[in-house]
């Protein structure tokens, strides 16, 4: 089986889609009484003992525990959690040409991502951290211009202070690994946020 068959998708109280967890992590929820399992098709839900009534179709997968073998949930509803959480946007050379906007942070010029690469502000040769206000986007000749020096032995200067965006990170669902039942659970704003980049 797949990887993909081995996570369901996490529901909060009020139906938003926030996390996928692993299908057995999903189960001790609904053990717990944490959480609910929806049938997708149907909407309809079930506590854990319901859901372990369900009869299997044949050749369904399942999993199998001491006591039970158990349809797999696809979607859980969490009882009482309702809200989004906020994910940071991850540190990424993606994400750091997209907060810089293409334009070089010491000359302001916008050459292209060829010719932009990220410059460490405290060279890592000094300790210079990778973090999201120690990168910036630099255009080749200011990069070739500061090399290993640190912003004052270069004489350079920064056109804004590097912060970690607070742009809404995308929900964290890879491409691909969708199941079908989870599409119409799954919030229209962050479907298209993830398709548009
Ligand atoms: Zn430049």
Same mark, same amino acid.
């Given at each position: 089986?797949?990887?993909?068959?081995?996570?369901?998708?996490?529901?909060?109280?009020?139906?938003?889609?926030?996390?996928?967890?692993?299908?057995?992590?999903?189960?001790?929820?609904?053990?717990?009484?944490?959480?609910?399992?929806?049938?997708?098709?149907?909407?309809?839900?079930?506590?854990?003992?319901?859901?372990?009534?369900?009869?299997?179709?044949?050749?369904?997968?399942?999993?199998?525990?001491?006591?039970?073998?158990?349809?797999?949930?696809?979607?859980?509803? !969490?009882?009482?959690?309702? *809200?989004? $959480?906020?994910?940071?946007?991850? @540190?990424?050379?993606?994400?750091?040409?997209? #907060?810089?906007?293409?334009?070089?942070?010491?000359?302001?010029?916008?050459?292209?991502?060829?010719?932009?690469?990220?410059?460490?502000?405290?060279?890592?040769?000094?300790?210079?951290?990778?973090?999201?206000?120690?990168?910036?986007?630099?255009?080749?000749?200011?990069?070739?211009?500061?090399?290993?020096?640190?912003?004052?032995?270069?004489?350079?200067? !920064?056109?804004?202070?590097? *912060?970690? $965006?607070?742009?809404?990170?995308? @929900?964290?669902?890879?491409?691909?690994?969708? #199941?079908?039942?989870?599409?119409?659970?799954?919030?229209?704003?962050?479907?298209?946020?993830?398709?548009?980049?």
């Amino acid at each position: 089986m797949s990887v993909l068959a081995n996570r369901a998708l996490v529901l909060n109280r009020s139906w938003v889609a926030i996390s996928t967890t692993p299908v057995r992590s999903a189960l001790s929820l609904v053990y717990q009484e944490i959480a609910h399992v929806i049938l997708p098709d149907t909407y309809e839900t079930f506590d854990f003992n319901s859901w372990a009534d369900l009869k299997l179709a044949e050749g369904e997968h399942s999993i199998r525990t001491v006591r039970w073998e158990i349809k797999i949930p696809e979607v859980i509803l !969490l009882r009482f959690y309702d *809200r989004v $959480p906020k994910r940071e946007v991850p @540190f990424s050379r993606r994400n750091i040409y997209k #907060r810089d906007l293409y334009v070089c942070q010491y000359c302001g010029s916008r050459p292209g991502s060829r010719e932009l690469s990220i410059d460490h502000i405290v060279p890592r040769s000094q300790g210079g951290k990778s973090t999201w206000v120690n990168c910036v986007l630099a255009c080749t000749n200011c990069n070739a211009y500061k090399a290993n020096r640190s912003l004052v032995s270069a004489s350079m200067r !920064l056109i804004k202070q590097p *912060r970690r $965006p607070r742009w809404p990170a995308r @929900f964290a669902l890879p491409m691909g690994s969708v #199941r079908t039942s989870w599409s119409k659970f799954i919030n229209d704003r962050y479907w298209n946020v993830e398709l548009a980049e």
